[in-house]
């Protein structure tokens, strides 16, 4: 069993508000989103066929999957209805000085 | 009738079948509900089977709306493997190929449609592969084999998918299309030709303004003769040249059928008890002010989502913008409205790069859209539409100025 680490992703300053950035971090693709100066963490990848989240349309507190219009709430990965098949994890975030740092357990 | 004690009964276990069975029991906790469907598979989804089923790149489970199991747990019975032969609307029964028959408060219409046929000599036989359903890409991922040579009957989505497929197998392609360019029906002849370029540059031969004359068994499997007289020795032949509604059970039951099952904006058949979504229907959108025919995934799933909630009480209508894609050697193409005629185009980005959108104006408001590899632009895009007034095409296409910020006016 591998244990839940804090990685730095990002600088702060890489994620304005209402963008996001698609980063990588203990093998899991993650976006991160900036809601009302809060940064955010999901899953980039798409619970139904593949897309990147952060190629697709971030408004209000929900992303848009580019490809089949499938949308996410940013703050917990829910899925929100038809064709979502599934929720993504959404992981914890901390910004230490001006880094970005979410948590989660690396894949072997 | 209440609601809750109903008993719904979906034919047509394909996309709209699966997404309408979710949302009808959403709607209705308490209401029995029973799906037929004439395949063997539960409910799925249709775009993988020309893209990541033929190519290989997708299980075939990937595809189910939902798990199989999920209907018991959903309490949802479905019949695989069994047709609806009639039904009696009198009785309000359904009847089945095996001689049952089921009673329904509500009827629900998902009967899809087939891949329309060649109609001519040689149109059918062991070398040609229709693609509609999970057995047809089995039979077809079988013959893509390196140095196969396809010739791929209609430039539509469906064919010119498969001819990337086929690519990516080392498949030798020939693409025959009677109209000067490619996807006529959705799209301007500058994406068309876009397109064609595209495939041209994967080692397609693509040739438009070309009708197939003959089709006869010999060579390699098929020779394949076209306008111009030349012959095309392939060893497949793959049509794409449309869909035909499966209106038969609806039209012997004497249900308004023109060309699809008609419906209403609510999914209405002219039985007030029989509801109709999905491929087979010919529905009236009140945004677009007429009644029209689409083969799309949006339109399985949300016109099915639609009719559940009506058949459960509820009044909201469906009344989308038309909107579908496609993905050829890995370009997604997203095409939002159904404009009959347009009198401007406006690009925003190049086209000579990977990622534009075209802009369709009439009389200076946008109707139709089309994004390459921008889908994330649909959003913006469709509430431009939806506002239906005029646009400074110098600003929809000055790629500085955010859609979002456009669409907001
Ligand atoms: C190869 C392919 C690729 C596609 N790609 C795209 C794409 O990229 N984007 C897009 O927007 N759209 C795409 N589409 C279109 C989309 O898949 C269809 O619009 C959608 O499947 C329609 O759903 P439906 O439920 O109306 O019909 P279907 O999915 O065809 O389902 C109808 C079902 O009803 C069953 N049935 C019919 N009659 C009876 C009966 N009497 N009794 C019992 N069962 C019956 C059939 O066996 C079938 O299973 C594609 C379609 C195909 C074939
Ligand atoms: S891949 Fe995201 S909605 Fe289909």
Redesign the pocket.
């Known amino acids: 069993m591998t244990e839940e680490t804090w990685i730095a992703v990002a600088p702060k300053s890489a994620v304005p508000e209402g963008e996001m950035l698609g980063v990588s971090a203990g093998g899991h693709q993650i976006a991160l989103y900036n809601l009302d100066g809060e940064i955010y963490a999901t899953d980039n990848i798409c619970s139904h066929a593949f897309a990147l989240l952060t190629d697709g349309y971030f408004d209000g507190d929900t992303v848009e999957c580019p490809l089949h219009a499938g949308r996410f709430e940013i703050k917990t990965g829910k899925g929100m209805g038809p064709p979502i098949p599934c929720d993504i994890a959404s992981f914890p975030v901390r910004v230490v000085g001006d880094d970005i740092q979410v948590q989660v357990t690396p894949k072997t | 009738m209440s609601a809750s004690g109903a008993r719904y009964v979906i034919?047509?276990?394909?996309?709209?079948?699966g997404r309408g069975a979710e949302a009808l029991r959403a709607a209705a906790p308490e209401a029995r509900i029973t799906v037929?469907?004439?395949?063997t598979y539960p409910p799925y989804?249709?775009?993988p089977?020309?893209?990541e089923l033929l190519d290989g790149t997708m299980p075939v489970e990937k595809t189910f709306v939902r798990p199989l199991d999920w209907y018991a747990e959903q309490k949802i019975e479905l019949k695989l493997g069994?047709?609806?032969?009639a039904i009696d609307r009198g009785a309000k029964t359904v009847t089945l190929a095996d001689g049952s028959s089921i009673s329904y408060d509500r009827l629900l219409l998902?009967?899809?449609?087939r891949?329309r046929r060649l109609k001519m000599p040689g149109g059918e036989g062991p070398n040609i592969v229709y693609?509609?359903?999970i057995e047809d890409?089995k039979r077809l991922k079988e013959r893509l084999v390196p140095g196969a040579h396809v010739a791929v009957i209609g430039a539509g989505?469906?064919g010119l998918?498969v001819a990337a497929s086929a690519r990516k197998y080392g498949c030798d392609v020939t693409v025959l299309e009677v109209a000067q360019h490619p996807m006529g029906r959705v799209v301007a002849p500058e994406i068309g030709d876009w397109f064609a370029n595209l495939h041209r540059s994967h080692g397609a031969d693509v040739r438009t303004g070309t009708t197939v004359t003959s089709l006869e068994p010999g060579g390699r499997g098929l020779r394949v003769t076209v306008s111009d007289g030349s012959v095309i020795d392939a060893d497949l032949v793959v049509p794409g040249i449309g869909v035909e509604p499966?209106v038969?059970?609806a039209q012997a039951a004497g249900l308004d059928v023109q060309d699809g099952i008609m419906v209403d904006e609510f999914t209405r058949t002219s039985d007030p008890d029989i509801f109709a979504?999905?491929?087979?229907t010919r529905h009236f959108n009140p945004f677009l002010g007429r009644h029209l025919r689409?083969?799309?995934?949006?339109?399985?799933q949300n016109q099915?989502i639609a009719a559940a909630k009506v058949m459960a009480g509820g009044e909201d209508p469906f009344e989308e913008l038309p909107?579908?894609?496609?993905?050829q050697h890995g370009v997604n193409l997203q095409v939002v409205g159904a404009p009959l005629a347009w009198d401007q185009l406006v690009w925003r980005g190049s086209p000579e790069s990977q990622s534009f959108v075209l802009f369709y104006l009439a009389e200076g408001v946008p109707v139709a859209a089309n994004t390459i590899n921008s889908g994330r632009d649909m959003r913006p895009i469709r509430q431009l539409i939806r506002r239906a007034t005029p646009m400074d095409p110098a600003k929809l296409a000055n790629t500085s100025l955010k859609l979002q910020d456009l669409a907001r006016g």
Do not use: C, M
């Open positions: 034919v047509g276990a394909g996309h709209a079948g037929i469907g004439a395949e989804e249709r775009p089977l020309s893209k069994v047709a609806a032969t998902t009967t899809g449609g891949a693609l509609r359903d890409t989505f469906i998918e499966g038969e059970l979504a999905g491929d087979a689409l083969e799309s995934y949006q339109n399985a099915a909107w579908a894609w496609t993905d």
